[in-house]
């Protein structure tokens, strides 16, 4: 049987599938996954994941895609390394931690960033592979890499991740190997850069290539590139392609032509260039960049016959040139850099030339100006690159594009710089325009322009005419004809380019000849005229550039071709009039045998040669030798020539200077004039124009200088400058300028010199030197004020002689006369130019020589240390600190151990100050911090110990330099000056400062540690600074990403751990010190155990133990640490720190220490339990507080500030009341707030005692004494009572506030304004209406919810007018996955213990309390009305019960009432809209006191609006009679008709004999409902309009019958006059307490309510017979309760509704009257509470009236019309909906259905029209199916079948185009 087998070479793959395990032993695998495969059997691999390597497993191999890597290690430590550039890891590693990043993105829908980083992921991917892929050339290579680090950095930005820095070459910084300054510039320069891409992003300059920028910015020129594709014309003849840049806006060509000839047959002539045409535009410059426009211009000649349509058979003259179109194309963009697409192919449409006027150049800038050509799809197809650097480095960085065979059309004019090497000669000649007269010919000529060059003996010199690049040069030129034409315009250049020796012996010469269209006349046409210009003048200097106007001659032909006839002539019109031919008034001139002509003929010319000048100065300066008495003044004058001109021949000219100095060499009368003009040149050079030239003079003077003893002579000429500075300050100071290369031709004349003679005159040289370095120290010292400037040069370009001086004089002697240079600068003065010259030598080679910085940084760290602590600056002194630490870094330098610490010791402390001092908005603190730090990073063991003992004896010292250091440090910790993603440099810093503050730790022990040397405040400081940086942002490993943490993880370890080691180290050294550090350590300690490590929690948490045990050593008690551990846990918890586990933690690890010890066992763990309780609440708290929902947040509040008020912390306890008072006012719970202010209020005295500062907890109150803070507090909350509209309590709290105002502080003025409050507050008790809200009961049961709801019931109070529905779904919003309960009663332990979320909910009662003062009184409603809904702490559920048969007759002998009654913890309103109940009680009514006690309800609701009708006469009517019509003709119901079948019968009697008494008072009610009755009907009878009164007659019909009815059985009880009803009040004080005017009565009826006492519960009703009451449940309704009342059947509900339709005559009239409002309730609401139906509830206005009907409304169950007055309109559409809905998620609860339900279906709603139900039960099914069905099978995407004991088969292939995407990582 085969095994497992380790594997060779398959050692690393990539998933190409997902992989799900199908077992323990397998490895689940995701597309992207790399793996490391450690073993390999049939088809199976075994390894893991390389970013989870702890979980090994077995996967199928044909999932795994292999890929090169490289094994290290073997065994347990192999690990393996892709082979793959590191650009592209780091691209695989960016991508995978974007992918997460994007997914969240994804998930918060945050759209635009999810675009964004979407593209950022595709180009990578893209990249990625293109890098892969090793198909790119090396330079398109470099440029990729580049834009992919610069995409990496802006993502990471944008991302907010960590900055990444890199080298020049794009790869990753290590910093382990870079120095601390280097690491902190590369950070500068990276966030700069990305800033600046960011901008570019912004700016919506994608397209831009950013390395392109920089790399055209690093050279002066660049070209374009062209390749001509094909030529789309329609020519008929061979034709000449001509192709130049053009400037649109100067109207002139720019280069030369690039020439293509094209054959008839539409193919380029050279067959083998065909797919060649290339060409390369060199010599463009940021000029030509910053050109408007650039056009690149094509134009086509043809050449053959003079007319295309001539088809004659006589013979016709070929070769004639002939205008035939041209071609623009706009390429700024592509010249400045816009466009950059090199594959894309540019049409450029082709415009032919209109008539024989249509000179080309005229329909260039015709084409330029139109929108567009009609170029019938001819034109040429080209495409474009711009590349930097000249033809020599184009051809070297891109030889795909540019060869040998490449054209290379120049740029006409020099390029920006001139390489030494680069000799050209070259003569632009422009052929402008003519004018010539017809002459005997009767139209005007064809006149064909010919040029070609003679020398002046008559030779012709060959082929140096070139009319295009690309072509061979000709030896004549010949123009474009132009058909009939007097004045041809041409324009035509071509490139001249002669030997320069042959320069000034030629001329060119140009001839006229007619050309006619047919051969035979064409061979007989002679030259008619010429014209000729030579090259060089007679001065010597080249021919000017710019226009020539050329005289033309005619002779015979013979003449003109002889060149010693013409030569003697002028040749211009200008040098006509120079030689004084007076242009006469005759038309021709005869000189000689030849004839000036009235034709005219324009020239333009320009000359670029490196050779020739038209400048005489230069040209007398460089031929000297031939007149050496004008050499002073071409010297002199050398000053004034074009700079432009001088740096072209400025090796020549260098030449001559030299030449003139060494021939001279026995007199010094040339030296300084010669010294003059070279500094001149040396100067041009530094001018930013000519700036490219300095190569040019290096070369000059390393290859071609070679005067050797120019140095003593330049070496005198500037000593003899220095000496005089006074009153040579101008030639000095343009000497000291040039110092760099003067010392350069110095240094080098010497070395010449050196290598000739053998080290001959060494001495002199160097006393030379040595006398100069003398004169330059003594004009320093001078005092005078003109010389500052040069002082200032001298000081800025000394240091540049000195890596030259360094090669021939000795280095240490250099380095001390610059030191003693240094020190002549005058105190006080020039102090940048100092340090700039420090920082220059610390640049130079001199610095790197250990022997030479032994001499050099002592001055460097003096004037360092000067300047640093007098704050001068600090720039550049920062620089030069940074400049020296960056050398001392190198490993190249020699030793530095010494170096540091000269540093170390006059430097260190200064800059530590000057840190400290420096504020954090300064943009050199982060330099300074950076030195800081890299002095102390390059410290090793041994200066650390040296540096201490530097400080001598001084005890002092050492502790204020510890002191400083440990603030400072702390300071830099908690404020980091640097960026948060700048997180190399962080660690950085973190690994330096973690090192030093163990060194100075170990001094601490040291030195400070026993009795006599403890330094309380440094111990007390080292551990504030260790805790802050063991608890500083960046080393949070937890809150960082994966790859982050096993980063830095891998580089630096936790170096929290370290520290925390330390520390508990460092306490435990304390011994008898510890005491004096308790309290003020117990909040560090608790910041540091509070750290998420578990090792250092387990080391550091037995601190608090030590602490607990030291200070009860010393008192017996520890009390402060007690105090301090429950301030500062409180606010750490708050702040975020802290969880489960440390609580865990804490108990166990302290209960174990504290039951070991002798003392502490029984009060130590009483404190761990406290400790441990505080935490649970702290974090039950924090987790909430992030909570949306307000009221959770409240209960934790509260939690948390009743266990504080239980152990006694009142700080806390009031730092939590306001906590929840904010939490009130967000809510505008101003009633909750007022009593939440209140509760601090209380723990204060109306005394004089001083406040103590925690009892003033917020800023806004000024009070010393806690009798004013109560004043304010006491005003606050009467405010807030009074926003609530709780006056009663605002009135309470005022009298208190009266009573001090009046007789204590005697404060009338606010007493006053208190009783106008008071007086208000009374006025609005009785007017204003108040909505009342709903209280609802609600169980949250399930182990889901958190500990402080769990299986408990709260009421809460109702927000104003809301309804239970809107209550409800508010509750659920916040816990989203809860279930909703169905049943009213109490659910049984398996939901309690479930682990889900079960939530109750129903409507409870409040009973009311009624204060003793109101008691027995007779009492206005309106103030009782109060004390329905506050102050309340009972409430009541009511809910019917059947016992007992069912009676078909009468429901009401067997309906019985279980009525619940619930306590809350505290009254509502309070500190809460909700407590907690803690006792629940349950009575059950029977079905004869329900009857007494709705009686009862009825007569008082009648007494009440009888009551309100006679006080009020202006109320409306409507109420009243609804009312009474409901009582006196119930016509559905059997009203009180009822009770008398049910009760008043001889068999309840007997069955019940007890009832006897309740018999009687229920009858007693009866009867007394008459005189109530009688005086409503006056009263209607009073108030009845006209339209109403058949209404009113036949009410009173119907209550004569009552009423004898009553009478006869019950007995007459009579009202004897009107107080009558007041005093019956007045003894039955509890009805009057009932409140008819519910805000909710628009609700439909709740169960809770059918049989709450409430009169708002009052189930009158319109229409019933006789005045008792109707039944309690209308046979309409169907009810479940949980006892599962048995259903009415339904004939019962068929007769009903046939009794319902028989209505009074009169009923109509009432119904017609009140038809306008016309409302139909839904049915009461049923216990099963997902069954609700109910109309959505509008606002109710402002404005309502306190009226009854608001009360009766609530009731009116049937569906005839209410009042008329305001009120909702039918809503049938709502109630469906929300039943179809509920049955859809509720019908089944628990999988089965609800076990207890009968079979009957829940109520329906009211039916509108019989469609309404048809598809609820449809709707039941559909809701959600069992399973989701399968995906069609073409969507299934499936990965390959699992090996089995064969190999398996490869995966088969995806068609599906997303893999690219998922493989992108992959590849």
Known sequence: MTRWVPTKKEKYGVAIYNYDARGEEELSLQIGDTAHILETYEGWYRGYRIRRKSKKGIFPACYIHLKDATVEGNGQKETVIPNELPLVQEVTTILREWASIWRELYVGDKREMFNTVRDLIYDLIEWRSQILSGTLPQDELQELKQKVTSKIDYGNKYLDLDLVVRDEDGNILDPEQTSTISLFLAHETASKQIEERIQEEQSQKQNIDLNRQAKFASTPSFALFVTLKNVVCKIGEDAEVLMSLYDPVESKFISENYLVRWSSSGLPKDIDRLNNLRAVFTDLGSKDLKREKISFVCQIVRVGRMELRDNNTRKLTFGLRRPFGVAVMDVSDIITGKVDDEDKQHFIP?????????????????????????????????????????????????????????????????????????????????????????????????????????????????????????????????????????????????????????????????????????????????????????????????????????????????????????????????????????????????????????????????????????????????????????????????????????????????????????????????????????????????????QHFNPVLETYIRKHFSATLAYTKLTTVLKNYVDNAEKLTEQLFRAMKALEYIFKFIVRSRVLFNQLYENKGEVDFMESLRDLFKSFNDMMNSNSENTVMVKGAALKYLPTIVNDVKLVFDPKELSKLFTEFILKVPQGRLLRQKLHCLIDIVHSDLFTQHDCRDILLPLMTEQLKLHLENQEELEACCQLLSNILEVLYRKDVGPTQRHVQIIMEKLLRTVNRTVISMGRDSELIGSFVASMTAILRQMEDYHYAHLINTFGKMRSDVVDFLMETFIMFKDLIGKNVYPADWVIMNMMQNKVFLRAINQYAAVLNKKFLDQTNFELQLWNNYFHLAVAFLTQESLQLENFSSDKRAKIFQKYQDMRRTIGFEIRDMWYNLGPHKIKLIPEMVGPMLEMTLVPEIELRKATIPIFFDMMQCEFHYTRSFQRFENEIITKLDHEVEGGRGDEQYKVLFDKILLEHCRKHKYLAKSGENFVTLVVRLMERLLDYRTIMHDESKENRMSCTVNVLNFYKEIEREEMYIRYLYKLCDLHKECDNYTEAAYTLLLHAKLLKWSEEACAAHLTQRDGYQACTQGQLKDQLYQEIINYFDKGKMWEEAISLGKELTEQYENEMFDYEQLSDLLRKQAHFYESIVKVIRPKPDYFAVGYYGQGFPSFMRNKIFIYRGKEYERREDFEARLLTQFPNADKMKTTTSPGDDIKNSPGQYIQCFTVKPILELPPKFQSKPVSEQILSFYTINEVQKFQYSRPIRKGEKDPDNEFSNMWIERTTYVIAYKLPGILRWFEVVSVSMVEISPLENAIETMQLTNEKINNVVQRHLNDPNLPINPLSMLLNGIVDPAVMGGFTNYEKAFFTGKYMQEHPEDQDKIEKLKDLIAWQIPFLAEGIRIHGEKVTEALRPFHERLEACFKQLREKVEKQYGVKALQQPSAVDERRGCRPRSMVRSFTMPSSQRPLSVASVSSISSDNSPSRPGSDGFALEPLLPKKQHFKSQDKLDKDDLDKEKKDKKKEKRNSKHQEVFDKEFKAAEISLQPTEAVILSETISPLRPQRPKSQVLSVMTGDRRFSVSPSPPSATSGPPPITSRARMAFSLQIGSSMELNGMGCPERTDIPPPLPIKSNTGDYGNLMDNQDLTTPATPPPPPPHQRHLPPPLPSKTPPPPPPKTTRKQTSIDSGIVQ
């Not at 150049?361 to 040429?380: P, S």
């Not at 250049?493 to 006619?516: C, G, Q, W, Y």
């Not at 004008?630 to 030449?659: H, I, P, S, Y």
Request: with cysteine.
């Open 350 to 690: 082709f415009q032919p030339v209109a008539g024989e006027s249509d000179f080309l150049q005229t329909v260039i800038n015709k084409v330029i100006a139109a929108k567009e050509v009609n170029h019938k799809g001819q034109g040429l197809w080209v495409t474009l690159k711009l590349l930097p650097g000249d033809i020599h480095q184009i051809r070297k960085d891109f030889p795909h594009l540019v060869d040998r065979s490449t054209a290379v059309p120049r740029k006409m004019g020099f390029p920006e710089i001139i390489m030494p090497g680069d000799v050209r000669n070259d003569i632009y000649v422009t052929l402008v325009q003519g004018d010539f007269e017809k002459g005997s010919k009767t139209t005007q000529k064809n006149v064909e322009v010919t040029m070609s060059v003679y020398d002046e003996d008559g030779k012709r010199l060959e082929n140096v005419i070139f009319p295009g690049a690309g072509d061979e040069g000709v030896s004549e030129y010949k123009s474009v004809i132009y058909y009939q034409v007097k004045q041809p315009r041409w324009f035509e250049t071509v490139k001249v380019a002669i030997p320069i020796e042959d320069v000034n012996r030629s001329h060119l010469r140009f001839t006229f000849r007619h050309r006619s269209s047919q051969d035979s006349k064409d061979k007989s046409e002679k030259i008619f005229a010429l014209a000729f210009v030579k090259l060089m003048r007679y001065d010597g200097t080249t021919l000017r550039d710019g226009e020539h106007d050329l005289i033309v001659y005619k002779a015979e032909t013979k003449k003109l071709e002889d060149s010693s006839i013409y030569l003697n002539l002028p040749a211009t019109k200008l040098e006509l009039e120079e030689k004084g031919y007076a242009s006469t008034g005759k038309s021709m001139q005869n000189l000689g045998s030849c004839t000036i002509s009235k034709d005219s003929f324009q020239i333009s010319t320009l000359v670029c040669s490196t050779k020739l000048t038209q400048n005489v100065d230069l040209l007398g300066l460089l031929k000297w030798r031939s007149n050496t008495s004008l050499l002073q003044q071409n010297l002199r004058q050398l000053m004034k020539v074009d700079g432009g001109e001088v740096v072209k021949f400025l090796q020549d000219t260098l030449d001559a200077l030299f030449n003139i100095m060494m021939e001279n060499s026995d007199s010094d009368t040339f030296d300084t004039l010669v010294f003059d003009a070279l500094v001149f040149i040396i100067g041009l050079i530094a001018d930013r124009k000519f």
